[in-house]
């Protein structure tokens, strides 16, 4: 592939990048993208999941895997989002995920794409869980526990595509747990626009080589 090729297909993941809207007080913020472009269907290299699309209609899907630190319940977190991309370069679609699972994230109306045409989705405080809908997130019975009197029961979270990697001593959930605890809060649920950083959006294959430094290093403070 030409690098004029490969700049053009890096000029749309920055155009068509979601927008995040996190609650007022969260205390944690996104840390880097892992980014996967699908120009046929194929099987997700991070989300347990198989990209299905109609290639007729679909030109390209571009998955966004957003990495952060810390969750309010443990330490690594991994969302996504995927956004369709019509053969007239608009988007057609796009899902978000939703604690190990995804939803739609276009409105029917299409109202929740910017004036840049871009999707806007809102994340769940603490635990960053998205949808275009922010209200649905007062309907989760644990929304504000999870960020006080739950706060970092999960302690590690160390997934299969890194194991073995980084959770390394036997006291780790503990500490874990009463490092996340410092961070509780309540949220807010007033949501203001994230900035994504210049240099915030990688290839996924770069991204799983800088996860396990970020995380040894993290683990080694505490």
Known sequence: MSNSVLQSYWDTVLKVSPILYLDRLEPF??????VTIFEAPATSPSFERFIQFDTTRIRTVIEYAIYWDYDIQHIYDLEHVWV????????????????????LSLLPDRSNLSDEKRVKLFVQPGKHAMIPIQD????LPNVDSCCQS?????????PAMFSGQFKIGEDI??????????FSFQPAFEYIPFEWASDAFVPWTELTQEIPIR????????
Do not use: N, T, W
């Not at 913020?29 to 892992?34: A, D, E, K, Q």
């Open 136 to 139: 649905v997130f007062r309907l």
């Open 150 to 158: 739950e706060a970092g029961i999960d302690g590690v979270l160390e």
């Open 173 to 182: 959930d503990q500490r874990a747990e009463k490092h996340l605890r410092e």
């Open 215 to 222: 995380m040894r290093a993290l683990l080694a403070e505490l």
């Open 84 to 103: 369709y991309i019509d053969h007239e370069g608009a988007i057609a679609s796009c899902e978000a995920s939703f604690h190990g699972r995804y939803f």
């Open 29 to 34: 913020l996104p840390i880097r993208v892992g």
